[in-house]
């Protein structure tokens, strides 16, 4: 595990990211946090109202000989709706916007290349708003909101809307999905 690199995306509620991701072959680490605003060490209370300019995020740490940034990108931008800007579902806000937090220049470069490239093809109905942000310090969330999902998969919220996300991920890149289970 020494070739690790991070990709900071935020799309949404933290809670619906971060199942997606952590269940992606060469994912090593999902952390779920806030990104991109002007308060030093905010809490969830702190941003919720979006007065701190601060996006809710997640921190992958993977291995880019298992999966690419682009393969991570490209399930990013599959995942959520990136059309949309300041909202995803019935979560608004600028807390909930759509970006990319680029940690290099060929990041930056693969991101601003994939999205012209979805834009060409039209595979959403609206242009893709999703920010392209430089690096930026990311606050990781309160221990409860780590692998949230996973410890509350009954969660009315995450039956609702995380479940059908990761099952979404699941089906269109199951070669790409860590311990697939077997079916009977």
Excluded at 18 to 44: A, D, R
Excluded at 81 to 99: E, F, I, K, L, W
Excluded at 112 to 129: D, L, Q, R, T
């Amino acid at each position: 595990m020494d070739n690790q690199q991070i990709a900071i995306f935020a799309g949404g509620c933290f809670w619906c990211t971060e199942p997606v991701f952590s269940q992606i072959k060469g994912v090593h680490k999902v952390v779920s946090g806030y990104i991109g605003g002007h308060t030093l060490n905010p809490t969830y209370k702190d941003i919720c109202n979006g007065d701190t300019g601060h996006a809710e995020g997640i921190q992958i740490t993977f291995d880019p000989d298992q999966v690419s940034f682009e393969t991570l990108l490209e399930i990013f931008l599959v995942s959520h709706d990136p059309t949309t800007p300041n909202r995803q579902g019935n979560d608004v806000g600028t807390q909930y916007r759509s970006a990319v937090f680029c940690q290099t220049p060929e990041q930056r470069d693969a991101t601003v290349k994939m999205m012209a490239e979805f834009n060409a093809a039209h595979i959403y109905n609206s242009p893709i708003v999703t920010e392209i942000n430089g690096e930026d310090t990311f606050y990781p969330a309160e221990t409860y909101h780590q692998y949230y999902f996973d410890k509350n998969p009954n969660q009315p919220y995450c039956l609702a809307v995380a479940a059908p996300k990761a099952a979404k991920i699941r089906q269109k890149y199951s070669q790409l999905i860590k311990d697939l289970p077997q079916e009977a």
